[in-house]
């Protein structure tokens, strides 16, 4: 299971509308290493300032990098928190998360970023079984 649901989260799905900050908070306390590697890139943004910020390092285990990736791959986490942060994600490598903000000027590192090319680029012996 991705998250755990509280029963009154739960409950508001099943009448159709979900608060989607009790939904972020249930991210967070559901997944948080993806929760705290995020947090941290969004901090180092908003401090350093540049066109992004992203984590190099594999995670510590497959628990953490299997949060890294419930957190990308579900459209609704992912858009909830780019949303909750005011960022957009960018993810490479099973565990090559970046953070960008909303900023029309930055549109083209992030193409690059997320290009075949930079994809094939980042690819490493190291990284085959992620």
């Known amino acids: 299971m991705s998250l755990d649901v509280s029963p009154a989260l739960l409950a508001q799905a099943e009448r159709g509308d979900v ?3 009790a939904f972020v908070d249930c991210v967070r306390t559901s997944l948080p290493f993806a929760w705290e ?3 941290s890139l969004v901090a180092q943004l908003k401090v350093d300032g540049g066109d992004f910020a992203d984590n190099q390092t594999p995670p510590p285990d497959e628990y953490a990098r299997g949060q890294l990736l419930r ?4 459209d609704a986490i992912r858009g909830a928190l780019e949303r ?3 960022v957009r994600l960018a ?3 099973c565990h090559r998360v970046a953070v960008f903000p909303l900023d029309p000027a930055v549109d083209g590192t992030l193409a690059r970023f997320t290009s075949i090319r930079n994809q094939l680029l980042n690819q490493s012996p190291e990284l085959r079984d992620c």
Not at 71 to 74: D, R, Y
């Open 19 to 21: 608060d989607e900050a």
């Open 37 to 39: 590697m995020i947090s």
């Open 71 to 74: 957190v990308l791959a579900s």
């Open 84 to 86: 909750h942060f005011g």
């Open 91 to 93: 993810f490479q490598n």
